[in-house]
């Protein structure tokens, strides 16, 4: 069933594309192609421009693509289900597991697999991306909530604007940090050297990443940090880190030469998620169990005991403090 959204202008001379990105939590680009698509109408009329100026009182109307019956590519793994209910999905995302198709990725993604089990899927985001609110990079693992229907899309991408959706990260890392915390805020954009990385570049988009020390290896050369992401940009946390000369263990493209070389996955893994439900109202917060590798990892080369109190969520979410918003 396609689903429609009314709005009413209320600011006189604003961009199409700005009114509705505001209204709906959405890109300007992800407007752009709702625009592409004739789904978008002023006063009954399509329009094709996205910097089309609006008056007040002007009825803008959007009507929301079907998802396609595209058939999912074969699928030969699964993905642990964490929560699941009519508005949202979250599960715990496998390393080296693709979030959404693209031309350069052949193999199976997380969209194919929720295509293959007949979940119900949001289509803001066009095709290729149904349900998909945020992504996780290729190799890292852990906790994502997938949108099963339009009304949860919007809310939980206004969460991840107004940053009241949070995500913790744990990585291992060497060298060790100096700083207790370390709050890096530079704008990341595509790297000039090398188009596979991104990097610090002041025509870069904003991003800001808070890093905190939780506990060191028995040999005191790795460090396994907490990481709080304010914004979600292409491989923010790693670029950050490169930036003050630490990457993490099996990182291949940011990362050094030696230990990272010996590792079959990044040991970086998004551990908490948090944000308020779309239809009950209430925070809701779930945890991402470590796989195998990451937790043999972990048990070889910290103390056991220490690192499961460190990682206790109440612990975790105690570390970071809301002046670094």
Known sequence: MRH???????????????????????TRNQ?????????????????????????????????????????????????????????????NKPSSLTVHPAPSVKEPTLVDWLKHK??????????????IVHRLDRGTSGVMVVAKNNRAHEALSLQLQDKSMGR???????????????????????SSHNRLKMAITEQGKNAKTEFRKLLLSHDETLELIACKLYTGRTHQIRVHLESISRHIIGDHLYGSHGKSERMERILLHAYNLYFTHPSSGKTVSFIAPLDPV????????????????????NTLEHHFSTESF
Do not use: C, W
């Open 294 to 313: 990451m937790d043999d990892y972990l048990q070889k080369h910290f103390d056991t005991k220490e690192l499961h109190a460190l990682i206790d969520p």
């Open 118 to 131: 007949g979940i119900s899927l949001s289509t803001l985001s066009g095709e290729e991306r149904h349900g």
């Open 4 to 26: 429609e959204e009314l709005f009413t202008v209320d600011e006189e001379a604003v961009r199409l594309d700005v009114f509705l990105s505001g209204q709906l939590g959405q």
């Open 168 to 190: 913790f990260y744990l990585a291992v890392i060497t060298p060790p940090l100096k700083e207790q915390v370390t709050i890096i805020d530079r704008p990341i954009g595509r």
């Open 31 to 91: 407007i752009s192609q709702l625009i592409e698509q004739n789904a978008v109408t002023i006063d009954g009329r399509a329009t094709a421009k996205a910097g089309q100026k609006l008056k007040i009182g002007q009825s803008v109307a959007v009507v929301f693509p079907e998802a396609k019956s595209t058939p999912p590519q074969a699928i030969d793994f699964d993905v642990e289900i964490l929560f699941e209910d009519d508005d949202v999905l979250v599960i």
